[in-house]
């Protein structure tokens, strides 16, 4: 793993759901000393821990529908740490998120993922997930060494309760109305580093977006 310089830096992932965030996420934490925070793993571990929050959002997330800002916004605070180097996975979806995270956190880079909505649905309906961790697995490209079960834990895969055709739609929807404004945002944000990254295939995307990050963004 690769040292960050003692200056931390702040990376947003973007993209549509389904999109690879999560595993390009996950490449990066391997390589780098990052804190990665999903909002949607944040929100999910609420709802099978069965909290008053939990409670609060299960129905937006089953429906595929944003939780209200705020309550995104409060978890978001309580995550981060200004001395650490964060990758922001699933946040900001909205420009009021979004104002609200600059204002809160130097923001060094915005990477945009760009996939294609064909590839998006086909990989959201073979998606299995540990839920605790986050992993995810398909049982074509990418999957576990046992059947039904987490590799590094053993525990039970799921399916995603919003990775149904209904609530997939409904998604995409919002990330159209709602979330892909906020790259138009960021593109006008001075000192932010914006790039876009497109492709099929988390794996080629990265071998291309490690070197920009580390040219570009982590100085390193
Ligand atoms: P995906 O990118 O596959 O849709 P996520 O795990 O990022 O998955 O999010 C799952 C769900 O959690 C979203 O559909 C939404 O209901 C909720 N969610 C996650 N992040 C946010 C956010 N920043 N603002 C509002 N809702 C969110």
Known sequence: MTTLSKI???II???APGGGKGTICNKLVKDFQFTHIST???LRNQVAKNTALGTQVKSFL????LVPDQIVVDIIKSEINQKDSHLFDGFPRTIEQASILIQALKIDAV???EIPFEVIIERLSNRWIHIPSGRTYAYDYNPP???GLDDITGEAL???EDDNPISIKRRLEEYEKVTSPVLNFFSQQQNIKFSNFKGSESNVIYKNLKPFLVEHVLNI
Do not use: D, M, V, Y
């Open 111 to 113: 990477i945009s993922l």
């Open 8 to 10: 931390a830096k702040n």
């Open 13 to 15: 992932i973007f993209g």
């Open 158 to 160: 799921i399916q995603r």
């Open 145 to 147: 060494i046992k059947h």
């Open 62 to 65: 089953a429906e595929g529908l």
């Open 40 to 42: 949607g793993n944040l």
